[in-house]
């Protein structure tokens, strides 16, 4: 193992970033249910940790560039999974802003 990996190794374990994450995963998870689960057009909401998919029922690549308007980072794969991938370090404030702009981005976007 190299010296990086060892840092990496260490820094991981001594700030607990895995059970951080998901935490931080669940509170994201549940918001985005209570917001948007719902809603007929959301088809599923299904994460690990901080890796976070949101299903529509349509294409929503043209929401990349809406987002990165707004001042939020998404990417869509396979033409209709949001894939939300938030830093290991931010916030339960951050989180819930998380689940607060994407629901409003998305919610705008089915409801056109």
């Known amino acids: 193992m190299t010296l990086y990996h060892q840092l990496l190794s260490k820094t991981l374990e001594e700030n607990q970033l895995a059970e951080r994450a998901a935490e931080l995963g669940a509170r994201i998870m549940t918001g985005l249910q209570q917001t948007l689960g719902e809603h007929k057009a ?4 299904r994460g690990k940790g901080l890796m976070i998919g949101i299903e529509v029922d349509r294409p929503c690549s043209d929401l ?3 987002a990165l308007d ?3 980072l998404i990417s ?3 033409d209709k999974v949001i894939r939300l991938l938030p830093a290991l370090v931010i916030s339960d404030k951050e989180a819930d802003m998380i689940v607060e702009r994407v629901a409003a981005l998305i919610l705008g976007f089915i409801n056109k």
């Open 76 to 78: 869509v794969q396979a």
């Open 42 to 45: 959301v088809k599923a909401i």
């Open 64 to 66: 990349v560039k809406e």
């Open 70 to 72: 707004q001042g939020l």
